[in-house]
T-cell receptor
Framework: DAGVIQSPRHEVTEMGQEVTLRCKPISGHNSLFWYRQTMMRGLELLIYFNNNVPIDDSGMPEDRFSAKMPNASFSTLKIQPSEPRDSAVYFC????????????FGPGTRLTVL | SQQGEEDPQALSIQEGENATMNCSYKTSINNLQWYRQNSGRGLVHLILIRSNEREKHSGRLRVTLDTSKKSSSLLITASRAADTASYFCATDEDGNKLVFGAGTILRVKS
């Protein structure tokens, strides 16, 4: 298996632009997580899905952020409009649901908003 | 909010020495996991210890868990330069969601 796949790996955009981050989880995993990592705030959980259904989105910073999982093999995290303070590394991770399992992380998307 | 808090924030040791990192948490947990992150990479799972376990080993890694003190430690024995990375503990509260600590930056000098 190729592991969790994220695209793009790097994204540089200007303030006000829409940004879409993509994630393909490991086949067979039914839980998917979006995290954001910054020096100031560390690793924060934004939202997670079980069986394509959003379970906990309490970490989504504000309405500018939205996430979807239209099927078991694809998820997107969208920021519209983007702001400089959104600059961070965004990770997607997947696992089997039910607890007690390790999470497998993708390589991350480094987002820079100018 | 961060559940696990690692200590120390940074650790610098010589190759061959042992490295110990500690993690404290606040609420009841189902299990606790340790992850490693190399610079510019995603996190990689190292070891999971369940709430009814006290100690677990995996290669050069030894993890302990004290639920009465709400703390865990990660010991890396005979460290190598390749162990240089950030190490995070993560607690499992609701069966799926992990809450990560701020991490310990380990530097192993050769």
């Amino acid at each position: 298996d190729a592991g969790v796949i994220q695209s793009p790996r790097h994204e540089v955009t200007e303030m006000g632009q829409e940004v879409t981050l993509r994630c393909k989880p490991i086949s067979g995993h039914n839980s998917l997580f979006w995290y954001r990592q910054t020096m100031m705030r560390g690793l924060e959980l934004l939202i997670y899905f079980n069986n394509n259904v959003p379970i906990d989105d309490s970490g989504m910073p504000e309405d500018r952020f939205s996430a979807k999982m239209p099927n078991a093999s694809f998820s997107t995290l969208k920021i519209q409009p983007s702001e400089p303070r959104d600059s961070a590394v965004y990770f997607c991770a997947s696992t089997l649901s039910g607890g007690g399992y390790e999470q497998f992380f993708g390589p991350g998307t480094r987002l820079t908003v100018l | 909010s961060q559940q696990g808090e690692e200590d120390p924030q940074a650790l610098s040791i010589q190759e061959g020495e042992n490295a110990t990192m500690n993690c404290s948490y606040k609420t009841s947990i189902n299990n606790l996991q340790w992850y490693r992150q190399n610079s510019g990479r995603g996190l990689v799972h190292l070891i999971l210890i369940r709430s009814n376990e006290r100690e677990k080993h995996s290669g050069r890694l030894r993890v302990t868990l004290d639920t009465s003190k709400k703390s865990s430690s990660l010991l890396i024995t005979a460290s190598r330069a390749a162990d240089t990375a950030s190490y995070f503990c993560a607690t499992d509260e609701d069966g799926n969601k992990l809450v990560f600590g701020a991490g310990t930056i380990l530097r192993v000098k050769s």
